[in-house]
Nanobody, 119 residues
């Protein structure tokens, strides 16, 4: 059984950098053939894919967020981290980390963490 747990601040000020960490249990993040994603959902909106980390360390990002997004990993802790720079109130959402299969579908989700951007 794979479990994912997001952690990070619940409140971030505008223009600051949001940093969220996902801790994975039950499967190594550098194991073929899985990918590890960040997805967010704002109130009243559908899920928005932010980016993905491959088991080799390669990363891909949504075109709309690529200039502000960065995903890194710490394989010794089995964690991966999202950094989103220059946040604004519209970045307020529930942020989820997920495992993604080779069919590009999510098969495991974290419980999600609420992030609010406000001064």
């Amino acid at each position: 059984q794979v479990t994912l747990q997001e952690s990070g601040p619940g409140l971030v000020k505008p223009s600051e950098t949001l940093s969220l960490t996902c801790t994975v249990s039950g499967g190594a993040i550098n194991t073929d053939p899985y990918y590890w994603s960040w997805i967010r959902q704002a109130p009243g909106k559908g899920p928005e894919w932010i980016g993905v980390l491959g088991y080799t360390g390669v990363t891909y990002y949504s075109p709309t967020l690529t200039s502000r997004s960065s995903i890194s990993r710490d394989t010794s802790k089995n964690q991966f981290t999202l950094e989103l720079t220059s946040v604004a109130p519209e970045d307020s959402a529930v942020y989820y980390c997920t495992r993604r299969t080779t069919t590009w579908a999510e098969d495991y989700w974290g419980q999600g963490t609420q992030v609010t951007v406000a001064s």
